[in-house]
């Protein structure tokens, strides 16, 4: 597993989601290593971490507990948690885990349960089982965004998967995520719902203005969950992936909660 970690002091740890890699993260990092130690996985089948070619080694007890190996191993204490997209379900899930070694949460277009988050998710599962391992993760991210983007930066988005093999995980994702009571990984996902009633660390839900997955309703829906939220308005001109959109802005958000 790659892992990026950059500064020093008490550890932020940013987790990603779908089809992104620590990458997504280039432009709040600068925000916050002058006081903090920043480290930004990628998961196991994204970025410069290994790709198994197996579909069965995706799964997202292994993605929490690969999670987990990296606190254990960096002794991570007193941790900054963001996530966002599957960065929420496994971030969540590791801090009720493990919830001696976090500090707060930094909650950014995310949620977490079993049911499918909008009808605009349900499509995009439905294109992803389509294009299957032919998907171009660059493109994805770039229809995602609101603010102009260059081609160069689309290019290190679409860097980690070169081939088709190597976008396995990419397309294990969408499986992942329950829509309805029955499927396998429902069940621990409500648990962690549950879990985040009683879970009262400090946390900021910072959600984008447009976004067609995650809504401004979404936002407040996580807020409600978590007893100590505080929740911002949402970040103007921003889509999805928030951290490429408003980075900067973003990052220096991060830096005056609480740090």
């Not at 976090?102 to 389509?130: D, Y």
């Not at 985040?196 to 996580?222: G, K, N, Q, T, Y």
């Not at 807020?223 to 999805?240: S, T």
């Amino acid at each position: 597993m790659h892992y990026l970690d950059e500064g020093a002091g008490d550890p932020v740890l940013l987790l990603h989601g779908e089809p992104t890699w620590a990458f997504l993260y280039r432009k709040i990092i600068p925000e916050l290593v002058g006081s903090r130690r920043c480290l930004a996985p990628d998961y196991f089948g994204f970025g410069r971490s290994d790709k198994p070619t197996d579909p069965g080694f995706y799964t997202y007890d292994r993605h929490v507990e690969s999670i987990a190996r990296v606190a254990e191993e960096l002794d991570l204490q007193q941790i900054t948690l963001v996530v966002q997209d599957w960065g929420g379900p496994i971030g969540f899930r590791f801090a009720v885990e493990h919830p001696e070694r976090i500090a707060r949460l930094v909650v950014l277009n995310t949620g977490i349960g079993a049911r499918a988050p909008s009808e605009e998710w349900l499509r995009f599962q439905a294109f992803m089982r389509r294009v299957g391992t032919e998907i171009v993760a660059g493109q994805l991210v770039r229809l995602s965004l609101v603010q102009p983007v260059t081609d160069e930066v689309i290019a290190a988005y679409d860097a980690p998967f070169p081939v088709p093999e190597s976008r396995v995980g990419i397309v294990q994702f969408p499986e992942q995520v329950p829509t309805s009571s029955d499927h396998p990984n429902a069940p621990r996902m409500l648990e962690v719902r549950e879990e985040l009633r009683s879970f009262d660390r400090p946390a900021l839900v910072l959600f984008s203005d447009s976004d067609p997955i995650f809504s401004r309703r979404a936002a407040e829906v996580m807020a409600e969950l978590l007893p100590n939220a505080e929740l911002d308005p949402p970040v103007q001109g921003a889509g999805h992936f928030l951290q490429e959109d408003q980075g900067h802005a973003i990052g220096r958000r991060i830096a005056a909660f609480g740090l």
